[in-house]
């Protein structure tokens, strides 16, 4: 018990509370409430505070006690963002272990080859909310095209680190960009490959040739 929090690396980039509150109140859309999801599996501070919103959600709501919203509102809102649309499953994720629980019970597509040194798979969201969802992984010593957006893209590092103009993320870290922020994430050697998850709106800008190679795959 003791060991815990010695042993597991703490996220130290968060969600803001606007971000928290929405997400608690089901009001996020799928993409980013699914990157908030990601992000809570790693951090306690976070998932305590989400339950609060939770649950001052609730009693404003139905005039409930909190005590009694609190302990299941939480999962209900997972399970809501769990759910699937009503395509196909091509490939359900649950034999990855390395996946946290909150991308465990997503349906996304088998790994792509991108480009050299990149894979990314499609993560399944409710294509109506405007968000495609992509897990990208990328080896030690290379980056993600610079690119820049016309909608916010909000990223979760799921393993190893990256970093870009705006600092270093590790596992658990939970970025969000508004549009027009332009950023070449770089996976250092010493970090070793890099599991992210990305949740966009709208069209990437990218302006490399391997950002014009990725943007058949991802279909954005
Ligand atoms: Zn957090």
Known sequence: ????????????????????????????????ALIVATHLDFCPACR????????????????????????????????????????????????DLALPPALRRQRMTSWRFIAPGIRGRAVQVDPAQGYKALLFRVQAGMSIPM??????????????????SLGRFGPGDMIAVDDGVDHEPMVSRQDG??????????????????????QPFVGL
């Open 48 to 95: 305590g505070q989400a339950r609060k919103w939770e649950a001052l959600g609730g009693a404003l709501l139905d005039g409930l006690p909190p005590a009694i919203m609190a302990p299941d509102a939480l999962d209900h809102a997972l399970d809501l963002i769990g759910a699937a649309p009503e395509e196909r499953s091509p490939h359900r994720a649950s034999d």
């Open 147 to 164: 690119h820049g957006h016309r909608g916010p893209e909000f990223t979760c590092v799921i393993d190893g680190a990256f970093s870009d």
């Open 193 to 214: 490959d890099c599991l992210c998850l990305i949740a966009v709106r709208g069209r990437l800008r990218l302006h490399s040739l391997l950002g014009r190679l990725a």
């Open 1 to 32: 018990m003791t060991s815990e929090m010695h042993q597991i690396p703490r996220p130290t980039h968060h969600p803001d509370a606007d971000l928290l509150a929405r997400f608690a109140a089901g009001t996020l859309e799928d993409g980013p």
